[in-house]
C-alpha cells in the first residue's frame, strides 16, 4: 500500500484517472445485444449455455420458489433470516421516506398561468442481482424494495441460474423478504433465471418470454455494466458502476486507526479492482494506519484478495490541512466517505462529492453496506460529482404540467412567446401562440366544455 504527502497528489491521480475504455469488451457485449435483439430467447439460451452454470428450458422462475427458498431459510438459518428481514425493514423505511420528498404540485405564476409537476412511477422495472462466489442477496433489498417504494407496477428481478436452474436461495429469499416488507402483491414481482450481459439485453429489448423494462437498476460484471451502457436510452438504467472504493478521513486519534484499517480492508476485499484510500493528519499516523492494516490482513480468509486490491491502489495520503483534505476528497469523490475526525459536523458543508457519507468512528461503511436502511447502491470511478446513490427517484419520472385560462399572466406569456418564435425564425411557433390570443378573445368559434370522448 503506498503512502504520500498531499503535494503529490494532483500527479498521482492524473496518472490514476488516465485510462482507456474497454472496447473488447464493449465490442463482445454489442455482438451478444444484436444477437438478443434479433432471436430473443433462442440467443438468451445460447449465451446462457455458454457463460451460466446452467439454460433452464423456462427462463422465469415461479415466485413460489421464492416463498419456498425463504422457507428454508427460516428453518435453516433463522439468524440470516432475522437480520434479513431487519435491514429489509430500515430499507422500507428509509425508502418510504424518500417518496414522501417527491409531490406533485400545481403552482400559479401569475393570473391565468398554472405550472405543475406530477410524479410518476416507471410500470416495469428490472433488478440485475450477479451470482457468482458471493451472491449480493443484499443488494436484492436495495434494489427492488426503494422499487416498490416508489410505486413501480411491476418488478421483474433478474440473477443467472445454479446447476438447479433457479437463482441462489439467498437471493431467491431476499426477494420474497422484499416483498413482504412492501406488502406486494404475488403479480408485481417476476423472477427470471437470466444473467451477464444477455440478461441486460432481455430485459432492455424483451424477448418472447421476458418482457421489457423501463429502467435496469442494478450491481453487475464489466460485461452487465457495458450492456448497460450501450442500451442506455432504449431501457433506463440507474448509472454505470465500476469497481467499489472507499475514502476515509481520520484524526490523530491513535486507537481509531484500528476502525480505519479494518473499513479499508472490509472494501479491498471484494475485489482486486477494489480501491481503498485514506487520508490522515501525520506521517507517523500513516504508518500506524498501515501496520494496522497489515496485522488484520494476515488473519483474513480473503487475504489474497484484500493484499492484490491493497498493493495495486491501496492509498494513504497524509494532509495535515482540512481544506487540502477537503480539496482532495472532492477530487477522488468515493462511493464511500467515512468521516473519523472529532470534528466531522465541520467537514460537512465543504463536502461536495461522494455517494454515501458516513459520520463519526461508529459509523461504518458496513452499516450502510447491509443494515442501516441507507442504499448501498452507489456512484463509483468519480461518478459521484454528477449523481448520487440508487433510491425510490430513480423509479420515478418527474414531469410537468401547463395549465392555461384568461388573465394576465397567460396574456403576457403568449405575448412573449409569439415574439421569441418569430425571432427564431419559427413562424408556425409564433402563430400557435397568436392564435391563442384570437380563440381568447372569441375571435375564433368555439364551444365552451365541449366534449370529445365518451
Same mark, same amino acid.
Given at each position: 500500500m503506498r503512502i504520500i504527502q498531499d503535494n503529490e497528489f494532483d500527479a498521482y491521480w492524473k496518472n490514476v484517472s488516465a485510462h482507456e475504455n474497454d472496447l473488447k469488451t464493449e465490442e463482445t457485449v454489442r455482438d451478444i445485444i444484436e444477437d438478443v435483439r434479433k432471436n430473443g430467447d433462442a440467443a438468451v439460451k445460447k449465451y446462457a449455455s455458454? +457463460?451460466?452454470? /446452467?439454460?433452464?428450458?423456462?427462463?422465469?422462475?415461479?415466485?413460489?420458489?421464492?416463498?419456498?427458498?425463504?422457507?428454508?431459510?427460516?428453518?435453516?438459518?433463522?439468524?440470516?433470516t432475522e437480520a434479513m428481514e431487519l435491514a429489509a425493514d430500515h430499507i422500507w423505511r428509509f425508502s418510504k421516506k424518500q417518496r414522501e420528498q417527491f409531490a406533485? +404540485?400545481?403552482?400559479?405564476?401569475? /393570473?391565468?398561468?398554472?405550472?405543475?409537476?406530477?410524479?410518476?412511477?416507471?410500470e416495469k422495472a428490472a433488478i440485475y442481482i450477479p451470482g457468482g462466489r458471493f451472491p449480493?442477496?443484499?443488494?436484492?433489498?436495495?434494489?427492488?424494495?426503494?422499487?416498490?417504494?416508489?410505486?413501480?407496477e411491476e418488478v421483474m428481478l433478474s440473477s443467472p441460474p445454479a446447476e438447479n436452474g433457479i437463482p441462489d436461495k439467498k437471493i431467491l429469499a431476499a426477494a420474497a423478504i422484499a416483498a413482504d416488507v412492501c406488502g406486494i402483491k404475488e403479480s408485481a414481482l417476476r423472477i427470471f433465471a437470466i444473467g451477464g450481459a444477455q440478461a441486460i439485453a432481455a430485459l432492455a429489448l424483451g424477448t418472447e418470454s421476458v418482457p421489457r423494462a423501463d429502467i435496469i437498476a442494478g450491481p453487475g460484471s464489466k460485461y452487465v455494466a457495458a450492456a448497460k451502457k450501450l442500451l442506455f436510452g432504449e431501457t433506463g438504467i440507474d448509472f454505470i458502476a465500476g469497481p467499489t472504493d472507499v475514502l476515509i478521513i481520520t484524526g490523530r486519534d491513535i486507537a481509531a486507526a484500528e476502525l480505519a484499517a479494518s473499513d479499508m480492508i472490509a472494501q479491498?476485499?471484494?475485489?482486486?479492482?477494489?480501491?481503498?484510500?485514506?487520508?490522515?493528519?501525520?506521517?507517523?499516523?500513516?504508518?500506524?494506519?498501515?501496520?494496522?492494516?497489515?496485522?488484520?490482513?494476515?488473519?483474513?480468509?480473503?487475504?489474497k484478495t484484500a493484499r492484490a486490491s491493497l498493493d495495486a491502489g491501496g492509498l494513504i495520503i497524509v494532509c495535515e490541512s482540512q481544506k487540502e483534505a477537503i480539496r482532495i476528497s472532492n477530487i477522488i469523490a468515493p462511493e464511500h466517505l467515512e468521516l473519523q475526525t472529532e470534528d466531522a459536523d465541520s467537514w460537512i458543508p465543504n463536502l461536495k462529492n461522494y455517494g454515501s457519507l458516513f459520520i463519526g468512528k461508529l459509523s461504518a461503511e458496513v452499516l450502510g453496506d447491509y443494515s442501516a436502511g441507507i442504499n448501498h447502491t452507489l456512484p463509483t470511478s468519480a461518478s459521484a460529482r454528477f449523481t448520487g446513490g440508487l433510491g425510490v427517484r430513480h423509479f420515478l419520472k418527474t414531469v410537468t404540467t401547463l395549465r392555461c385560462a384568461q388573465g394576465e399572466g397567460f396574456e403576457k406569456a403568449r405575448t412573449a412567446a409569439e415574439i421569441l418564435g418569430r425571432a427564431e425564425g419559427l413562424e408556425g411557433h409564433a402563430q400557435s401562440a397568436r392564435i391563442r390570443r384570437e380563440w381568447n378573445q372569441g375571435a375564433l368559434r368555439h364551444t365552451a366544455n365541449s366534449r370529445t370522448f365518451d
Open positions: 455458454k +457463460f451460466d452454470k /446452467s439454460s433452464p428450458g423456462e427462463m422465469e422462475v415461479p415466485v413460489t420458489e421464492a416463498k419456498r427458498a425463504l422457507d428454508e431459510l427460516r428453518k435453516n438459518d433463522p439468524a440470516l406533485d +404540485f400545481e403552482y400559479e405564476m401569475e /393570473s391565468g398561468l398554472v405550472t405543475g409537476q406530477r410524479v410518476i412511477p416507471a449480493l442477496f443484499s443488494s436484492v433489498l436495495m434494489c427492488m424494495i426503494p422499487a416498490f417504494c416508489a410505486g413501480v479491498a476485499e471484494h475485489d482486486p479492482d477494489a480501491r481503498a484510500r485514506a487520508i490522515v493528519p501525520s506521517k507517523e499516523y500513516a504508518d500506524i494506519v498501515s501496520a494496522a492494516v497489515e496485522k488484520h490482513l494476515v488473519t483474513l480468509s480473503n487475504e
